[in-house]
């Protein structure tokens, strides 16, 4: 419920011929605030490795802190799986894509 994180995927990889996959990303969860930190931007880095297929998307999910380096990153298997149900928007082009992404991710995009 209300304004999903967003952020772009960076450092990309993929293999059409075994469906490897793996990807990473910088997002703002929302503030944080610890012994060290009063209610900054969290700085949230997340990396996908995993394999896509024609019927899912499987691999292991790490979360990691970047203002907490000390702090080991949290793993988690995810799969998920083809749904019809999903809309996905279409573009007329790269670039009308890119101008509604820009105003998407200066809004929820990564504040750091």
């Known amino acids: 419920m209300g304004d999903t994180p967003t952020g772009l995927l960076e450092k990309i990889s993929f293999n059409s011929k075994t469906g490897h996959i793996a990807f990473t990303a910088k ?3 929302g503030l944080h605030s610890c012994k060290i930190h009063e209610r900054v ?3 949230d880095i997340f ?3 995993g394999a896509l297929s024609n019927m899912s998307l499987s691999g292991t999910l790490r979360h990691a802190d970047n203002l907490h380096q000390e702090q080991a990153p949290t793993e988690e298997k995810i ?3 083809k ?3 999903l809309v996905v928007t279409q573009y007329r082009n790269r670039e009308q894509w890119e ?3 820009k105003d998407i ?3 929820r995009g990564p504040k750091w």
């Open 105 to 107: 991710l200066k809004f």
């Open 27 to 29: 997002l703002t969860m």
């Open 41 to 43: 931007p969290s700085q």
């Open 83 to 85: 749904s019809e149900e």
């Open 99 to 101: 101008a509604e992404m």
């Open 47 to 49: 990396h996908f490795e």
């Open 79 to 81: 799969v998920l799986k």
